[in-house]
């Protein structure tokens, strides 16, 4: 993805690398988090945005040599010295500059969105581990059918058509991306589905489905699935082609 405009100043971003295209879609969801956040900055006409694809199997040399990072990478470029650059890999780091240098549209969330979202992607590891037949699997099913309706019941109380708001903010970047690899992963390792009941938890994601920021950088469900190889109980894998098998698809509709 490219948006230079040299009338305000340019960012880009190093993502790793989607494994089906060698796109800028990333599979990790914390490149797409900042992806989400720049996009939208981008939209606001506050910043330029060049999205990098980087291959961390082979990373290029300039990359290694310029960052010696993994991905996500930001680099804020000076507006009137191009030469002038701040980089930053910590995701606090990262929010602060973003804020500091692009406070026109406010993207701060509450801290109780934050809160209520915390624990959902930190519950469906140890689910996505467990063995079937697992006394354990069923304990960690419903500690993450848990934070569906902690979430679920947040939204039903505020309202408001995001986490922190009518308008998306750093929490939206951060869980919509946790939530996808949820939904597309969890379904196909453990057939998982995000119960139906939660009909504000869908209408939320079915909202941020329909914005540019999460289509342009959504991965594709393939390589999502390639993300948590290695990472599930082996006799999770699905019985369905594998993940490079298969026609490449994008799941954006509820």
């Known amino acids: 993805m490219d948006s230079i405009n040299p009338h305000v100043p340019s960012v880009a971003l190093f993502v790793t690398r989607s494994e089906i295209d060698f796109s800028h879609r990333s599979p990790s969801p914390i490149c797409q988090r900042w992806f989400m956040v ?12 060049t999205v990098y ?13 310029a960052y010696n990072s993994n991905p996500p990478v930001v680099v804020f470029h000076e507006t009137n010295d191009k ?5 930053l890999t910590d995701n606090r780091d990262i929010e602060a500059e973003i804020s500091k240098r692009f406070p026109v549209m406010n ?22 581990k467990s063995q079937a037949g697992d006394p354990q699997e069923q304990f960690k099913l419903r500690s993450l059918l848990t934070e569906f309706k902690r979430i679920n019941d947040y939204l039903e109380e505020t309202g408001t058509k995001f ?28 057939n998982l589905d995000i119960p139906r ?16 920021a ?22 999770q894998k699905s019985v369905g082609k594998a993940p490079t098998l298969q026609q490449p698809t994008m799941t954006l509709t509820i």
Request: hydrophobic share 35%; glycine share 2%.
């Open 83 to 87: 030469s002038s650059q701040v980089v």
């Open 163 to 190: 986490l922190s708001g009518n308008e998306m903010t750093f929490v939206d970047c951060d869980v919509m991306p946790k939530l996808q690899h949820i939904r597309i992963a969890g379904n196909y390792y453990k």
């Open 38 to 49: 720049l996009y939208l900055k981008s939209e606001a006409k506050e910043l330029a945005l």
């Open 197 to 212: 009941e939660l009909n504000a938890l869908w209408t939320y994601m079915e909202r941020c489905y329909q914005t540019k």
């Open 107 to 128: 993207m701060n969330s509450l801290k109780e969105a934050e809160d209520v979202c915390s624990n959902v992607y930190i519950k469906f590891h140890p689910y996505l």
């Open 53 to 65: 694809p980087v291959n961390m199997k082979n990373p290029e040399q300039e990359f290694k040599k």
């Open 214 to 235: 999460f289509q342009e950088s959504c991965p594709f469900d393939q390589d999502i699935l390639m993300h948590y190889e290695g990472k599930v109980a082996p006799n």
